[in-house]
């Protein structure tokens, strides 16, 4: 069966996500930033004011972590939520987190600006419904084994629930690569924006899962036309509770956005005069 809502036959002009401070999808470049996983109240409050200062549009942080092993660090929970919240109050900036469970996501949606469905669960189908029926915008993560065809459909589950506020983010594919943690699949943001009206994202965190990785591809992306990028950032990445190997220290941050914003201004006019 065909995918009809999210399709760029259905609908040909690009879908825009108003998030009241920041458009995605409108030409500009969003920069999500944030810790894998919120770990404390002075973490985000430190984080947020690094934020606010270097230009983020969007805070992100996990307080239910889907974890690979069971007794791995799994999220502060709501309490991650209340400190999401605080720092939201303090920068005036969204923040999106995501969600694991059906149970969840009346609490999530209670807090959040955006949920977040993440790689694992891009096939959970009741959850992308619920997701859907939140009226929440969605960023809806790639599944690390799903082709561009079971993504557009997962995000028709969204979008057949009346919810037209998807953000596709490309986030990696398992390849036999093993120097990376997945391959960063760049033609994905080009693909994306044929078959689909939605903005799409990339997280070139998980993509290469090292931080040395992270800026290159992150540029790439920008070249490739992505609306937006989304960053792992931690005020100490050897101690981070979860993906300190992929995560930025701030320095690098406040390099990185000035860099990708000039990128991004490039490549927008170049877009204009050539193919
Ligand atoms: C995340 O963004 O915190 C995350 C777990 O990402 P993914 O679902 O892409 O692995
Ligand atoms: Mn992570």
Not at 242 to 271: F, N
């Amino acid at each position: 069966m065909d995918n009809i809502l999210t399709s760029r036959r259905y609908k040909n002009e690009c879908t825009v996500v108003d998030l009241k401070t920041c458009r995605i999808g409108d030409g500009s470049l969003a920069i999500i930033a944030g810790p894998c996983a919120v770990e404390s109240m002075d973490q985000m409050i430190y984080l947020a004011g690094l934020f606010k200062k270097t230009g983020v549009s969007i805070i992100r942080g996990g307080a239910y972590k889907p974890r690979t092993s069971p007794y791995s660090f799994q999220g502060l929970g709501e309490e991650g939520l209340r400190i999401l919240a605080a720092a939201r109050e303090q920068t005036g900036l969204p923040f999106v987190t995501e969600v694991t469970d059906v149970r969840y996501i009346e609490k999530v949606a209670g807090y959040a600006d955006i949920i977040q469905i993440g790689s694992r669960n891009m096939q959970n189908f009741s959850l992308l419904r619920e997701a859907g029926k939140s009226g929440k915008p969605v960023i809806l993560k790639r599944g690390f084994s799903s082709t561009l065809e079971e993504w557009l459909s997962a995000a028709e589950y969204i979008a057949a629930e009346g919810n037209n506020k998807i953000i596709f983010c490309e986030r990696g594919i398992r390849t036999f690569e093993g120097y990376t943690r997945n391959t960063m699949d760049i033609s994905a943001i080009p693909a994306i924006k044929e078959l689909s009206h939605f903005p799409i994202i990339a997280d070139p965190s998980h993509g290469t899962g090292r931080r040395s990785l992270v800026g290159p591809l992150a540029k790439a992306a920008v070249a490739a036309g992505s609306d937006g990028v989304m960053l792992e950032v931690h005020e100490n990445p050897p101690r981070a509770l979860s993906d300190g190997a992929q995560s930025l220290y701030p320095s690098e941050l406040e390099s990185l956005v000035p860099a990708l914003q000039v990128l991004h201004a490039a490549c927008s006019s170049l877009r204009k005069t050539a193919v």
